[in-house]
């Protein structure tokens, strides 16, 4: 059954690599946006899936990634393979912060908090405007491919690599980590906090760096789209982008790793497609999509891929068990 | 599982290695894009949902006048297609949504993409791709005054600088020693606004006897007009967007200030100065001065204009349900019209490179949206369609346009 697993991330991974030869530049362009996502609600899986903290306000953490991107680039000349790591560690650092407050804070008022923040970015961002570039917004420095790959593959086709590298090394690592000890004592503490505490979990230690960690991917992800957009501006980070996110964890599965995936594509395909379909739409049927999932399907598609497959399976190990 | 990962492991390797062995596509070398014997297919982005989706309606008048000029007959025998699609104002949808008109629709140009940051977001890949990107809909001046760096792009409505130096030439003739008071948006509309301020004044720049500036947070810039009537400024310019130019009229009048107002015309449409009037009295608003270079729909001495009239037919027939008094349908249209000009006179085979050139040599006389009197006009090195404007004095109820037209950039005429 592990067997199992590994080859379907392993077909996944294969396909992540050919995908560019097949399709468009573009919609290898839009593939990188997926991936970028992709991270930053995998920070929600860990926050809200597996904690059980609410952030309506990681889109904050979004756009702090993407301007320390274009600060480092634009006034220091820090290279991207240093900036993105400094991206997550400055959103990172930013997020404990956050998570000091949001232990005084649960449930709704949590949710409160975090949507001010949300609110307040943009405002935020056009104030420190010797820094920020104000309502302007900076450029951000497009990524070529290294020398030997130069004329092969295009900067966007680099990109894409660069961004399903940075994705399959988190989710591998979030997958580490959840896995074992870090990962029990957050569900304990989702779960029961009293009985967490009694079975010497720290609560207020696991809650701030959940905080921390999944603000640090949702920096790494604003990294990656500002590097692909190659611009960022105070009104990309308002409360809409916040929204989107929690919008693509909850449909896709909020406590499953591929939920994550899931809701990297929903948040970048969602939106154009309904768009097809009526241009003023999108954020009623985010809004509609939400409340029926909520209802109907709590645990997002991935969950119900899973309870599709998951009795099947069931019955199969019972009949190795037999035999 | 350790055995297992070998052939995996080989698996990933060789696909990798087909991946970089397959040749990169290579592009249809063919006609120009987006040009068919039949149609004539435009890209757009405007901001449908999203904080900034009022200006959506720009994108619903270029729609409804491009379906008007299809009716009859399109240009040069070809119909246009205006693939207009929503960005919510955000530069990375702009940017994405660009890529995929430009590769997947295979667009022939850009047009009206809407709001600062999206423009500059999509502006290297279009110039890097030679895709016109025409008459955006912003009032930032770097579309007119980069065309070195970026001669794909081009703007379309006066920039705010220029529209603050008009305000300054006529300051400079009514009342050179008018002591000035500014009241700004603390942020790079404002800025323009005072840049243009400054350069139009000239070495009168010392009249300005006080700067005050405001956050978008600010609950009231009360406090900032009383700071200005105390600095004993005579003339005031107000450099707000609508919600706050309310507000700075209303603290004007009721902290008994009566100065000689200006007021971008960013705000000044009837519907703002209606709710001033009844917030702050009549003495709130009465005389102030802006600038308009569009007639105003909402303004009942254009009820008999030919063209208004026929606007509101082209609205009522193709935009149904469209508030034809609503000044960014007009906008929509009134830019439409330069971009069907522009098609006609690239003659029977249009090129992207010959449509550039006409967006460069621009003189339109005939926009029937535009104040009479005002050409959309483009040189080469004056690369800004509008930059004419008139100023207009506000009687109580409505605008009343008065004085010469006045040229943003010094634009003989």
């Known amino acids: 059954m ?24 573009y919609a290898a362009f ?46 220091l000349g820090v290279p991207f393979w240093a900036s993105v790591p400094l991206a997550a560690i400055v959103s990172g650092i930013l997020g404990l912060g956050l998570g000091l407050v949001a232990l005084r804070l649960e449930g709704v008022y949590l949710a409160l908090a975090t949507f001010a923040l949300a609110v307040a970015t943009p405002s935020t961002l056009k104030h420190f405007k010797s820094l920020t570039g104000g309502s302007q917004g900076l450029a951000v420095p497009s990524l070529s491919p290294p ?9 966007e086709q680099w990109l894409y690599y660069v961004t399903w590298v940075i994705a399959g090394a988190l989710f591998l690592l979030t997958s580490i980590a959840l896995g074992g000890r870090l990962g029990r004592a957050l569900r304990a503490i989702r779960d029961n906090e009293v009985a967490a505490i009694s079975f010497g979990v720290n609560p207020q230690r696991y809650k701030t760096f959940a905080f921390g960690w999944s603000a640090a991917y949702a920096g790494i992800a604003g990294a990656i789209v500002a590097i692909a957009t190659g611009f960022v501006s105070p009104d990309t980070y308002t409360v809409a982008l916040s929204l989107a996110l929690v919008t693509g964890a909850v449909l896709g599965g909020i406590d499953t790793l591929w939920g994550a995936l899931l809701g990297g594509v ?19 049927v985010y809004g509609i999509a939400l409340v029926l999932f909520m209802i109907f399907l709590p645990g997002g598609i991935a969950r119900s891929i899973q309870a599709v497959i998951h009795p099947l399976r069931l019955r199969r190990e019972i009949h190795h068990a037999r035999s | 599982m350790h055995v297992r990962n070998r052939p995996l492991a080989a698996t990933l390797a060789a696909c990798f290695a087909l991946s970089l062995g397959v040749g990169a596509f290579a592009p249809a070398a ?5 040009i068919t014997p039949t149609e004539i297919l435009l890209g757009g982005l405007h901001p449908y949902s999203g904080p900034a989706s009022a200006y959506g309606a720009i994108g619903k008048g270029i729609l409804a006048y491009f379906a008007y000029v299809n009716d009859k007959g399109g240009v040069n025998g070809r119909k246009i297609t205006y693939k207009d699609l929503d960005d919510a104002y955000s530069p990375p949808q702009a940017v994405q949504l660009t890529k995929q008109l430009v590769e997947q629709d295979k667009v022939f140009a850009m047009f009206d993409t809407l709001g600062t940051p999206s423009n500059l977001a999509i502006r290297q890949y279009l110039n890097d791709n030679g895709v016109p990107q025409l008459y955006v809909a912003t009032g930032a001046s770097t579309w007119g005054s980069d065309g070195a760096k970026y001669p794909w792009t081009i703007g379309w409505q006066p920039d705010y600088q220029s529209e603050a130096i008009v305000y300054a030439r006529y300051l400079l003739k009514e009342a050179p020693n008018a002591k000035i008071g500014v009241l700004m948006q603390n942020d790079d509309y404002g800025e323009d606004y005072l840049t243009g301020l400054k350069t139009g004044l000239g070495s009168k720049s010392g009249n300005i006897v006080k700067v005050a500036t405001y956050e978008v947070t600010d609950a009231s810039v009360a406090s900032q007009v009383a700071s200005l009537k105390a600095a004993g400024a005579d003339t005031f310019f107000v450099f707000a967007t609508p919600k706050f130019s309310i507000q700075a009229l209303v603290a004007a009048a ?22 001033a009037t009844k917030a702050g009295g009549e003495d709130a608003t009465k005389g102030l001065i802006t600038t308009q270079y ?18 509101r037919e082209i609205l009522a027939k193709y935009a149904p349900g469209a508030d034809p008094n609503n000044g960014f349908f007009a906008y929509g249209v009134s830019i439409a019209f330069t971009m069907v000009d522009t098609l006609k006179r690239a003659g029977k085979n249009p090129t992207r490179k010959a ?11 005939d926009n029937f949206l535009v104040l009479p009197g005002i050409v959309v006009e483009t040189t080469p090195k004056d690369r800004f369609p509008i930059d004419q404007q008139r100023l207009a004095r506000y009687d109580g109820t409505h605008f009343v346009p008065f004085g010469e037209i006045y040229a943003g950039r010094g634009r003989g005429r």
């Open chain 1, 2 to 25: 592990r067997v199992n697993k590994y080859w379907s991330v392993a077909v996944l991974a294969l396909l992540v690599l050919v995908l560019p030869r097949f399709v468009p530049s």
């Open chain 1, 30 to 75: 839009e593939l990188t946006f997926v991936g970028a996502y992709a991270i930053g609600i995998l920070g929600l899986v860990i926050l809200t899936g597996t904690n059980g903290q609410i952030s309506l306000g990681h889109g904050a953490f979004f756009g702090i990634g993407g301007y320390a991107v274009a600060i480092l680039a634009q006034k």
């Open chain 1, 147 to 155: 020398g030997p790959l130069h004329g092969v593959i295009t900067s």
């Open chain 1, 266 to 284: 929903i948040v970048e395909f969602l939106p154009l497609l309904v768009q097809k379909i009526n241009p003023a739409a999108p954020s009623v």
């Open chain 2, 30 to 34: 063919a006609d120009e894009p987006g």
């Open chain 2, 254 to 275: 009721q902290q008994s200030w009566h100065p000689r107002t200006f007021f971008n015309s960013v705000s000044a449409s009837a519907t703002i100065l209606g709710a």
């Open chain 2, 294 to 311: 569009l007639k105003d729909p909402s303004e009942p001495s254009w009820a008999d204009d030919a063209g208004m009239k026929q606007y």
């Open chain 2, 355 to 365: 449509v550039m050139d006409i967006a460069n040599h621009l003189h339109e006389t």
